[in-house]
């Protein structure tokens, strides 16, 4: 019997449907398109910036934003602006990577926690508990406390926090997609766990885990923030989020902006992080698409 | 099985239901006229979406109103069930109209006891003691079958199998004598043993107290057992009504033959091969109602479709000629709305 | 080569209930399975019946070892299949394929239906390059009566028919000798329904496969199969080819069933006299002793607690059943093996 073959492929594949949905999300496609910004900046930190972080001018020290210096300067007359611009890279680095590293190891062990269940299950959870149970600011400043301040040893200690989160929306994840009966069917076809877990249940099981990302990115920036604050994350004259709103302290009542503006930073981008992962959750969920996606036909 | 000498106890009278969905304007049900008398069985049988569900829905007031726009009269002992105010339909939704759904969940509370629920519901319409609307409660559980009905009061949904539950809301449906019992997909969920001892239950009840009953079924096994007539819903038209033995024995119009065809019969003779024959099929899916086809709802689907008439005119519901009269009672009549003339 | 294909020998799938914690003490044991003897014949349709919770589905989980048993065996093809290496089950499960029940859950909404068809072509490395399995792909829908350019939709954009089509290209992609179908049907419409069993009659002939038909519908299970097999808590009862199962059972319980099943004729159903079970349906946690059916059953006499009946010969159009009334033959109850652990709820 000869046949013309036919595409596998998708005809409109799922991430551009995915796309179009979140684009008719307008607060979500906002907040994303803020943060495409704010990251472009602390990619090309240096083209954006007028200054270097920490060019000092006594002469001009704690000016309000002006013309020359629009955020104003601060106590060692160092451009604001360009401390915000260039601490963007360094808050955003330390988010990424830190969500990065938990997203990667939490979502394994969830995955195996899930999926396997018994005995795995029992040991992976209740040590992951072991971590939820203490306090997550308290949990990352023993972290530091053993391994030093710095930057990577401040990526590491929130990764550590943010590992069980990921371990647990995982896990639950894969405990409903697991029962799901295209999985059983895979395996009546005589398809591998490896292939079950790879090409079925990790798939289905994502959309939670994008949204926690999204969410948990939000926080890793905070966390950086207090723990710069505290003087146990970015180490001056390094320019931080967290680390200027710390310096900032001592003169909110002198000088406003020093603590304004890089708060302000903050706040955007954890809005925008948290706007986002809401505009994921409507969109990545089975129910709402289908509602949506009638919608536009 | 009496006629219908005393009035109808439901009178509907061009029903109309119009969903917004975000597909558009959804025709669910498109001017549907029935009667059910007192005593009598009507069943309503058609296929997901033919819009048998909505029609009912719509006559009690529980369709959203913010999506749904309901038009047509419906009296229910003479008077408009789609004109009354919310607090008049709740009070006529107990003693004039039960309903019992497929899912018997859905209508008990999972956190009461069914004592509780049934008293509730007694307590609700009449004026009555908590020790009398009690004893009435086991009254009624022992009447719809229940063992141990004095025990049963005190359990709580989940501890009953799904035949005993939907005893109980059949129970509750009778709690205030209604005159018009309404049953949607009340069996299906069951295994057959337990749909034949419901069905039993409710025929039964029926002849104790008159009530009148419309079934809505998908199964024409099940018509075939209870009802007295039969309506066939397709596309939210009725495309052909009469009595049990005219439908489904004499079916007129080509959707009605090809649901029969589609059935596989217990009952059905092996051929010569010594093997059952294939089952007609009625090809391709029903219409979707935000896209109903102009014309017959059916002609992009009915093997016997002839002139072009199908495709632009609809055709009304006329009177089926025939040799013999009905089992019982008065002719009633037997109609099909059809271009294709039996 | 011997005329069975699939065969069960005392097979059983016990499941521990209750009981949470870090201990897992079972509080008591569910038989879904009890205790099957099944032989299925190569080229032939069985069709399973049974009411809801009689471990019908269960039996063909098992018989495909997608669920673990936990006594007896499975032979297919002369292979112990409970204690296959993972090679040999590879195989087997290209050889066995299964149809599932929901059409809208056994689809993957993530991937094409070309994909999913072709996931047993790759987990199999059949038909070789991406061309000729693509080409495959196209002729299973073809086979299946589903147009070959709906093979890079997703399963949302289908019919709950159209799934189920889908649902057996996949199981057939493969070349399987046996094909399991469970409760396939139950939730299709009726027109759809009668679709789907003219495709499975037409494959089954085709293709020389051999089907086991689960379901709980006796009028499609009659339709379809050449034998039909009853099951009652655990057990197969009656077994037997379909037309004398479906005309003469000689078993009490298959002649309620057979009762109850509502006939599309309305003046046969004024006719007909239904015997009318009394009661539930006992829970699998504790099975009656003796002849599970006992406790409903209206002829139950004096052996029916004691011996456990065994399939025997019953009336003349050669069906076995598990019954008394035909003679008593069986296990009697052992005394110390208590049948039922935990009380009946009810």
Redesign the interface.
């Known amino acids: ?12 594949p ?1 991430w551009r449907e995915t796309l179009g949905l979140l684009v008719r999300n307008k607060v979500a496609l906002g907040a994303a398109l803020v943060l495409l910004a704010i990251i472009v900046v602390a990619v090309f930190d240096r083209a954006f910036a007028p200054q270097s972080a920490n060019a000092q001018d006594i002469a001009d020290r704690l000016q309000a934003p002006s013309w020359s210096h629009p955020f104003g300067t601060d106590n060692l007359g160092r451009d604001i602006l360009s401390r915000v611009i260039i601490g963007a890279s360094v808050s955003l680095k330390v988010g990424f990577l830190s969500v990065g590293l938990a997203l990667v190891v939490g979502t394994l062990l969830g995955l195996l926690a899930g999926y396997y269940g018994g005995w795995v299950d ?1 040991v992976l959870m209740r040590l992951m508990d072991m971590l939820f149970a203490f306090p997550a600011v308290l949990l990352a400043i023993a972290i530091l406390a053993i391994r030093g301040p710095g930057t990577s040893n401040t990526i590491i200690a929130i990764a550590v926090v943010y590992v069980p989160i990921f371990a647990r929306v995982t896990r639950a994840s894969v405990l409903g997609v697991r029962e ?3 999985v ?9 766990d490896f ?1 079950l877990l790879t ?2 249940v990790l ?2 099981a994502a959309p939670p885990i994008i949204v926690q990302t999204s969410v948990s990115l939000a926080f890793a920036v905070l966390a950086e923030a207090a723990l710069s604050f505290l003087g146990l994350g970015t180490q001056p004259p390094n320019p931080s989020w967290g680390l200027m709103l710390a310096e900032g302290r001592e003169f909110i009542g002198l000088a406003w902006w020093l603590a304004f503006f890089p708060g302000m930073a903050i706040v955007v981008t954890v809005l925008c992080f948290n706007l986002l992962g809401d505009g994921l959750r409507d969109v990545l969920d ?1 129910r709402q698409r ?3 996606a ?2 536009g ?1 | 099985m009496s006629g219908s000498m005393a009035g109808p106890v439901l009178e509907v009278d061009d029903l109309r239901v119009q969903l917004r ?3 558009g304007t959804a025709h669910v049900v498109n001017g549907l006229s029935y009667t059910v008398g007192p005593g009598e069985t009507v069943a309503v049988v058609g296929e997901s979406g033919s819009g048998k569900s909505v029609s009912v829905l719509a006559l009690l007031g529980l369709l959203p109103p913010r999506v749904a726009t309901v038009t047509g009269r419906a009296l229910l002992e003479g008077e408009d069930l789609l004109a009354m105010s919310p607090e008049r339909l709740r009070q006529v939704r107990g003693p004039g109209a039960g309903m019992v759904f497929q899912d018997p969940m859905t209508s008990l509370n999972p956190v009461l006891t069914v004592g509780k629920q049934i008293v509730e519901g007694l307590r609700a319409h009449a004026d009555v003691s908590k020790e009398a609307a009690r004893r009435r409660a086991a009254e009624l559980l022992a009447e719809v079958g229940l063992p141990d009905p004095e025990g049963a009061l005190d359990r709580y949904p989940h501890e009953l199998s799904g035949g005993m539950r939907q005893r109980v809301v059949i129970a509750i449906a009778l709690s205030n004598s209604p005159s018009l019992l309404i049953a949607d997909e009340a069996t299906t969920a069951l295994d057959v043993t337990v749909q034949a001892q419901i069905i039993d239950l409710v025929e039964k009840l029926q002849a104790d107290h008159g009530t009148g009953v419309i079934w809505i079924t998908h199964d024409l096994g099940v018509v075939a057992g209870i009802a007295d007539r039969v309506l066939v819903m397709y596309g939210g038209r009725c495309v052909e009504d009469g009595t049990v033995d005219d439908v489904l024995e004499r079916p007129a119009h080509p959707y009605t033959r090809g649901l029969l065809g589609s059935l596989p019969d217990l009952a059905a003779p092996v051929g010569p091969d010594g093997e059952l024959p294939d089952l007609t099929t009625v090809p391709g899916l029903p219409p979707a109602p935000t896209d109903l086809p102009t014309g017959c709802v059916f002609w992009p689907r009915c093997p016997v479709r002839g002139d072009a008439r199908c495709e632009t005119e609809q055709p009304p519901l006329v009177v089926v000629p025939r040799g013999q009269k009905g089992h019982f009672g008065p002719e009633l009549p037997h109609r099909a709305a059809t271009w294709c003339g039996g | 080569m011997s005329n069975v294909l699939v065969s069960a020998r005392g097979l059983e799938v016990h499941f521990p209930i209750g009981g949470g914690g ?1 201990r897992r003490t079972p509080a008591g044991l569910l038989r879904a399975v009890d205790g099957v003897d099944l032989d299925i014949h190569r080229g032939e349709t069985l069709g399973l019946v049974g009411e809801s919770g009689c471990g019908k589905s269960t039996l063909g989980n098992a018989l ?1 070892k ?1 669920v673990p048993s936990t006594g007896g065996t499975v032979t297919f093809d002369g292979t112990d299949i409970t204690s296959l290496d993972r090679r040999g ?3 087997m ?2 050889r066995a ?2 149809v ?3 059409p809208f ?8 239906v ?2 999913t068809i ?3 072509l790759e ?2 490395g059949l038909h070789g390059g ?10 299973l ?2 086979l299946v009566g589903l147009d ?2 709906v ?4 399963p ?1 954009e289908f019919s709950g028919g159209q799934r189920q089509r889908v ?1 057996i290209a ?2 057939l ?2 070349e399987p000798d046996f094909l399991v179908c469970d409760e396939a049907i139950a939730s299709l419409d009726v027109s759809v329904q009668a679709q789907v069993l003219n495709l499975l009659r037409r494959l089954q002939r085709r293709l020389g496969l051999t089907l086991l038909f689960i379901s709980h519908d006796l009028s499609a299970v009659r339709h379809l199969s050449d034998r039909i097999a009853v099951m009652y808590l655990g057990r197969v009862v009656e077994i037997g080819p379909a037309a004398a199962v479906g005309s003469d059972p000689q078993m009490p319980y298959t002649q309620a069933l057979l009762s109850a099943v509502p006939l599309p004729h309305p003046a046969m159903e004024r006719e007909r006299k239904r015997i009318v079970l009394r009661g539930d349906v006992p829970s699998p946690a504790a099975v009656p002793s003796g002849c599970r059916f006992r406790t409903r059953c209206p002829y139950a006499f004096e052996p029916c607690p004691t011996v456990d009946p065994a399939l025997q010969p019953a009336g003349a159009a050669g069906q076995l059943a598990a019954c008394h009334l035909h003679g008593v033959v069986g296990r009697p109850v052992d005394e110390e093996t208590p049948q039922g652990i935990a009380p009946a709820a009810e």
């Open positions: 019997m000869t046949a013309e073959p036919v595409p596998l492929r998708p005809v409109r799922r029992d799901e009966v295209y059983r069917a895979s395996r009546s076809v005589g398809a591998s292939r090409r079925h798939p289905n089975p289908t509602l949506m009638g919608g036909r | 969905t975000p597909r | 870090l495909l997608l089950l590879k195989e499960r290209r394929g299964m599932f029940q929901d859950a056994s689809l993957d909404p993530r991937r094409t070309a994909q072709a996931e047993p987990v199999h991406r061309r000729e399995r693509a080409a495959r792909v196209g002729e829908l073809e070959r350019s093979a890079g939709r997703y949302h649902g996949r199981a992609a493969g």
